[in-house]
């Protein structure tokens, strides 16, 4: 039963809205440091979890986000460090006017309250949403997947223990949702009164779970259905290395490409080369002019089936389908894309212009890898998730998804007489 947390996360949430600036980033460097002193017991922890995973058949891209090593255990400082760095959210004027009566009102920044973040199986989401909801002043429950259930423990068992040492931490503020039951999603999902916000991070079949069933706000994040359209301008060696990127630097991330779709005039100059780079790397699914024009390079080529444009691989493959026009490509991606990252190599700043303002997408890039779309990389120091709703947040969530607006209202006696 979750509902002891609950009441603890709410108590703590009263008092962590009240810190300021000097309190948190002083709570969070202690938090850093217990991280730190505590690596070898999160590796070993991490090291049962990625075992375990892999007896049970996980595959290798999926393994890897699972995994912590020394570099990625130094990212996850340097990430909460990034966090301190940023400045409080809390308290800022967003806007200041006056009535006609002369009441003078201000928009102004509070904490959203107690989040609920569900994830799959990256333990650094667990710190990256603990930082962002402690420095916007929100407590914060965590519920990883089971398959990362000891890196996580290990992970939260640190950051309570720094904040705990640190003279104005409040430890409280951060929670484990640790059974590994998935009826803790659900009752999460019901707390209402105790959860101001849930936010699902991971596959399609989590999000859906989470929207469908919620009786508590949800912010969604988005599976990722990324396309990359190659124009008849573009520069095809430079496509070529963006797309390798896109697919392979990190295939099991929600910012990888998982169809590229070519103009049919760049299609014979492109094909050749992206096959034999890819070849021995990823498994190719083209449709006919594209497998046609890739016939002489070496690699593993398939026949494109229709559900392969609807499809999230996560995993080493890429669909590749041929258009006859930009607005044939702008089509394929609002049809089949999931409002995610998209991307146009060109050289034509009207075609650029054109697939910015037609794609429905939180983010668009223009000759560019879509590996980008980051929390880490926008300069949020961390995400909470790619949104791809239309409201409140949208693309990559940083610390200002969790702020809420409150009024202030300052008048010298004005009374309402109509």
């Not at 891209?61 to 090593?69: A, G, K, Q």
């Not at 008849?232 to 910012?255: F, H, L, R, Y």
């Not at 089936?305 to 890429?318: G, I, M, N």
């Not at 939180?362 to 300069?379: H, K, L, M, P, Q």
Request: hydrophobic fraction near 45%.
């Amino acid at each position: 039963m979750l509902e002891p947390i609950f009441h603890t996360l709410k108590q703590a949430q009263s008092v962590l809205a009240q810190q300021n600036r000097e309190q948190k980033d002083a709570a969070l460097k202690a938090a850093c440091a217990a991280i730190d002193t505590d690596r070898a017991a999160i590796l070993a922890a991490n090291a049962a979890d990625v075992d375990r995973a892999r007896s049970a058949g996980m595959k290798e891209s999926r393994i890897d986000r699972l995994s912590l090593t020394e570099s990625r255990i130094d990212g996850i400082i340097e990430g909460v460090d990034a966090i301190i760095r940023l400045e409080d959210p809390i308290g800022s004027v967003k806007a200041g006017w006056k009535t006609p009566n002369g009441l003078f009102i201000e928009r102004i920044t509070v904490p959203l309250g107690v989040a609920a973040v569900i994830y799959e199986s990256r333990p650094n989401v667990t710190a990256d949403a603990f930082a962002l909801a402690y420095k916007a002043g929100c407590a914060v429950l965590l519920r990883g997947s089971s398959a990362a259930l000891e890196s996580n423990r290990a992970l939260v068992s640190a950051i309570q223990a720094g904040l705990a040492l640190s003279a104005s931490g409040v430890p409280d503020a951060v929670a484990l949702a640790a059974s590994g039951s998935r009826d803790e999603i659900d009752e999460i999902l019901q707390a209402r009164g105790f959860i101001d916000v849930a936010l699902p991070r991971g596959g399609r079949d989590l999000i859906q779970r989470v929207a469908r069933n919620a009786r508590v706000p949800v912010i969604e994040t988005g599976e990722g259905n990324c396309h990359i359209f190659v124009d008849e301008s573009a520069d095809i060696e430079n496509a070529v290395d963006i797309i390798e990127n896109a697919k392979i630097q990190k295939p099991g991330a929600c910012n990888a490409v998982e169809t590229a779709l070519v103009h049919k005039n760049a299609v014979c100059a492109l094909m050749p080369l992206l096959a034999e780079r890819l070849a021995g790397k990823v498994e190719l699914r083209c449709d006919e002019r594209a497998k046609n024009a890739a016939s002489t390079a070496s690699g593993a080529i398939k026949d494109a089936a229709e559900d392969d444009w609807a499809t999230e691989f996560l995993d080493y493959v890429l669909a590749v389908k041929t258009v006859d026009t930009l607005d044939e490509a702008i089509a394929h991606i609002n049809r089949y894309g999931t409002r995610h990252s998209e991307a146009i190599l060109t050289n034509d700043l009207k075609a650029a212009e054109r697939f910015c303002q037609h794609v429905d997408a939180a983010c668009v890039y223009v000759n560019a890898s879509i590996r980008f779309t980051d929390g880490g990389e926008f300069g949020f120091g961390a995400e909470l998730g790619i949104s791809t709703q239309k409201f409140h947040v949208r693309g990559p969530m940083g610390i200002d998804a969790l702020t809420a607006i409150k009024y202030r209202i300052t008048g010298d006696g004005q009374i309402r007489l109509g």
